[in-house]
């Protein structure tokens, strides 16, 4: 059974940068799916960004703004999130599989 864990959450005004990262449990293969998912109060999860077997995919609400990148550690993604917008207030949360694993989320807020 893989585990995440995530860090990199906080607090940070409009306009500013922000980077999460990831890391699995176990290093002793590669997991083919890892990327980012948000959940705003009232909304559903969506996701934010992902590598697929070394293909990205971004939300289009991100698309320029935040880069998805799998980090020199085995299993491990980092999203460094530019030109944060209130909008992008979220519990983020960080998925890998197969099988589909979750992470416990980091709140991010863009707040003044």
């Known amino acids: 059974q893989v585990q995440l864990v995530e860090s990199g959450g906080g607090l940070v005004q409009p306009g500013g940068s922000l980077r999460l990262s990831c890391a699995a449990s176990?290093?002793?293969?590669?997991?083919?799916?890892m990327g980012w998912f948000r959940q705003a109060p009232g909304k559903q999860r969506e996701l934010v960004a992902a590598?697929?077997?070394?293909?990205?995919n971004y939300a289009d609400s991100v698309k320029g703004r935040f880069t998805i990148s799998r980090d020199d550690a085995p299993n491990t993604v980092s999203l460094q999130m530019n030109s944060l917008k209130s909008e992008d207030t979220a519990v983020y949360y960080c998925?890998?599989?197969?099988?589909?694993?979750w992470g416990q989320g980091t709140q991010v807020t863009v707040s003044s």
């Open positions: 998925n890998a599989g197969p099988p589909s694993t």
């Open positions: 590598i697929r077997g070394g293909i990205t």
């Open positions: 176990r290093s002793d293969y590669s997991i083919y799916f």
